[in-house]
């Protein structure tokens, strides 16, 4: 053990980081069945207070952190936000509003825009009202829409996120439509990543591969025709690739998440992987965390790596892949991540793949949609127990 309470790390200074995500809370007016917040989050309804936030910024800046994102949860829920914007401004951040729009109202965004805040990135479900409002169990779609209007009426680059899935994805073409409509910058399509809620609802958001190929084909022929009148990002669902994502750009590289307790996390999902001590910027300097905690050396750099990744050419590329979703899928966060087509376990995701195109419905899975509430989150915690 060093001075700083961790293992001693031999290794080099690893580089710092780029990007902090606050996580301020895990309280939402929303219950999106994909969600990454902690299955468990109703277990722990701690918050680091608005100094303490404050703390993790100053520190993150020295550490070399540039942009700062405001998430949650909701984090409109927090009355300290704009507070928070502030100190962001001042230390020099590039700083982003993660938001569901529940909460934003002209006086806040107002405030916001005054004090400084750089970007808003704002979710929608769907294109309809009525899936909107189902996905996220709350009727938001109109509420949305008019927070759409402020955020275009305050200049803010419009940057629109709908997170696709089995439901969805069929609604391409309507959700672009709307995205010019509403005179939108950036257009984030990003299909489910299944961990989290998303995991627990995989066999009802999976889609065919047929849904995604069209999909696919219809931003393609959208870009085409729009050229850059929007900007749209189609992030294709990792099990229907043959070679994974560089997941965060590496685990310990350029990302690092606090959550609303002020656990310390190398990405979103991380709390999933079992046997894993993610120390608390309340007991240690984020500067100790990420240089010397166990947390964010385990999977750093390569020497982690099992084969095929310790000797595969594209090591340096995708990192091995995501952490999270080789445990998800083989039990073992070490191993390769089975999206990948050289891992021994990467035919348990294509049989998962073809489980999705024999059904003819999503509806007909045996377990009900688990729409994220606090009942569930508990329901969820007592069976795991």
């Keep these: 053990m060093n001075a700083t309470g961790f293992p001693e790390n031999s290794g080099q200074a690893a580089p710092p980081p ?8 895990y309280r939402c007016p929303l219950h999106c069945v994909f969600c990454y917040n902690p299955l468990n989050y109703a277990e722990n309804k701690k918050e680091l207070s608005t100094a303490q936030w404050i703390d993790v910024m100053r520190q993150a800046r020295k550490l070399g952190a540039a942009q700062l994102g405001f998430s949650g949860g909701e984090p409109l829920l927090r009355d300290d936000l704009e507070d928070l914007i502030e100190e962001g401004r001042k230390l020099g951040y590039y700083t982003n509003l993660i938001t569901s729009g529940i909460g934003l109202t002209e006086t806040r965004i107002a405030r916001m825009r005054q004090l400084g805040l750089d970007h808003i990135q704002l979710s929608f479900q769907d294109s309809t009202r009525e899936m909107n409002d189902f996905l996220s169990s709350t009727k938001t779609f109109d509420l949305k829409s008019r927070v759409a209007k402020l955020i275009k009426a305050y200049d803010y680059p419009m940057v629109l996120n709908v997170v696709l899935h089995r439901y969805n994805l069929d609604h391409v073409a309507r959700i ?3 995205a010019l409509e509403m005179g939108v910058e950036y257009l984030e399509l990003a299909n489910t990543q299944y ?3 998303g995991l627990v609802n995989r066999a009802h958001l999976l889609p065919t591969r047929e849904q995604v190929e069209k999909a696919e084909a219809i931003v393609n022929d959208y870009r085409a025709r729009i050229g850059n009148r929007v900007k749209i990002l189609f992030v294709v669902p990792d099990y229907f690739e043959e070679r994974p994502k560089a997941c965060m750009n590496g685990w310990g590289s350029v990302f690092l998440a606090v959550g609303a307790d002020g656990t310390a996390l190398p990405c979103h999902a991380a709390r999933s992987l079992p046997g894993m001590d993610f120390p608390n910027v309340t007991q240690y300097s984020l500067n100790d965390i990420w240089q010397h905690s166990d947390a964010f050396n385990r999977y750093r750099g390569d020497d982690w790596m099992q084969e095929p990744c310790r000797s ?4 340096k590329k995708d990192f091995g892949g995501c952490r999270c979703q080789a445990y998800a899928l083989t039990g073992d966060a070490a191993g390769a991540d089975p999206v990948c087509s050289k891992s021994p376990h990467h035919d348990e995701v294509k049989k998962i793949v073809l489980h999705a195109r024999s059904r003819d419905d999503a509806a007909s899975t045996e377990e009900p ?4 509430t ?3 989150s508990r329901l969820f915690f007592e069976n795991k127990s």
């Design 195 to 197: 961990y989290g809620w």
């Design 312 to 315: 595969c050419d594209e090591r």
């Design 374 to 376: 606090d009942a569930n």
């Design 369 to 372: 949609v688990l729409f994220r």
């Design 176 to 178: 672009i439509d709307m």
């Design 18 to 25: 780029l990007w902090l995500l606050a996580e301020l809370t």
